[in-house]
């Protein structure tokens, strides 16, 4: 359930991020471009879309959006292996071992059986 909802959380967060930096990026190059038009367009649009120098500006723009979500990736994760480390390391409890004789008994049977079997065989012959 933590890993569904702090993904759905991680990708929205992401995404807002991308797509503020990118208008701010853009905006403060090139004040020309329509913020819906580049928000509306996706990234394998671009070039149909824009072209020039603000093809130029739009990539460089997508650029710095792209960076700052990988630098918040990288930041959650080192965060999760921070905290996992506060977790302390306990032993789980064996169950198996409860089980450990019943099994041996019947290894032990299954082994008899089969020695009865071949002396069996031997004898026949």
């Not at 509306?40 to 460089?60: C, M, P, R, W, Y």
Request: net charge negative.
């Amino acid at each position: 359930m933590c890993q569904t909802l702090s993904g759905a959380y991680f990708v929205a967060i992401a995404q807002s991020i991308f797509a503020n930096r990118m208008l701010q990026s853009v905006l403060s190059s090139a004040d020309r471009l329509d913020p819906t038009q580049l928000l509306g367009t996706g990234a394998s649009e671009l070039q149909d879309v824009f072209s020039g120098d603000d093809l130029k500006e739009v990539i460089n723009a997508y650029m710095v959006g792209i960076k700052d979500v990988f630098t918040f990736s990288l930041a959650c994760a080192a965060f999760a292996v921070l905290l996992s480390l506060l977790i302390p390391f306990k032993r789980l409890p064996d169950h198996g071992k409860k089980d450990r004789p019943a099994i041996e008994e019947v290894a032990v049977e299954m082994k008899k059986k089969t020695e009865t079997a071949d002396g069996e065989k031997e004898n026949e012959s």
